[in-house]
């Protein structure tokens, strides 16, 4: 049997309808398939591949590792560097407020992690979430999830949470001294891109102040450059009280984290100690290849570089059957009238090289979220597949 075969018949399909691409090895911003096909990818293995596929600074920081040692011991027993590093380097990015990492192994994780910290500190078990919201995957962060067609079938899920508009400033009161926390997407991404106003995150800060309720952002992906910013809420002029990252993260390897500060972080340790607990979070390969994404971020001024190209994006990208592009930096949405509209497009594009995708709650929006360090070259022939591709259904 061949791999196309064997992906069939022995691994577990999430849809019936894969998309069958076989890639053969991937660097930069494209993937190759084993009979020579190149493809542009224009969504970063969905918010993973922030600085490209297998970055020479990331494959250099593994291979250093490789040569040292793997897992050791379950999280925090043994003094890593590469853990410890990677925290600091974290922790440089964001204010004095956030200065403790617990390290996991993906977004779902994250949240998981996050939520129960969230409980533990207030000891308040009402948690309140945003409509179209998605957080993962696992039970914890489903039951926060913002879609009931993706919860319905794994129902009872967590008891006690609510959902509200994002950017609703009315719907905040439904916030109360029983919330242990609201956790949000800075930039809703599975709803196809919706930025709050500035003045709806300030307002949310101060009742979240007023109750005593604890602010999760999600960045799983508007984190790590995506937005301009290193983190999505430079944007808006607050401070979460624990950020939640993944995907980007890590330069292609798994990894997430919550982070806090030390005296809410504190509540883990007690009563009962032990209070969350991962065998491989903060693998010291992938926290390594996440250091060397920071660093590569950092020295090759890539969010100096987000907006440009964004913009460039928005001028090339006009056609009577795009109806707005929704972004925040390089997470963008482009709108057409439906999904019947839209998902032939998409299957053009990607016969002709270029791999784009739409959003879980939002099928009639082109999602387009590329590397960061796409050149303004690669965009214009990127926008020029995509045009033809319209084209073509004409």
Known sequence: MNNRQLFLSILAQTTDFPLM??????????????????????ISGIGVSNIGHRHPKVLEAIQNQLDKYLHLMVYGEYVQSPQVQLAKALCDTLSGHLD????????????????????RYT?????????NAYHGSSHGSLSVGGNEIFKRAYRPLLPGIKNVVYGSFHQLNQITEDTAAFIVETIQGEAGIMVACPDYFQALRKKCDETGT???????QAGFGRTGKFWAFEHFGIVPDILVCAKGMGGGMPIGAFIANKDVMGAFKNNPLLGHITTFGGHPVSAAASLATIKVIQEEKLLEQVEQKANLFKKLLIHPKIKSIRNKGLMMAVEFESFEVLKPIIDRAIENGVITDWFLFCDDAMRIAPPLIITEKEIEKACGVILEAIEGGS
């Open 21 to 42: 691409i076989e890639i053969e090895k991937a660097e930069g911003i494209y993937m190759y398939g084993p009979d020579g096909k190149v493809y542009m990818d224009l």
């Open 123 to 131: 000891n308040r078990r009402e948690i309140i979430s945003c409509v």
């Open 214 to 220: 604890l602010l999760i952002l999600d960045e799983i």
């Open 100 to 119: 403790n990492v617990y390290f996991v192994n993906s977004g779902s994780e994250a949240v998981e992690g996050a939520l129960k910290l969230a409980k």
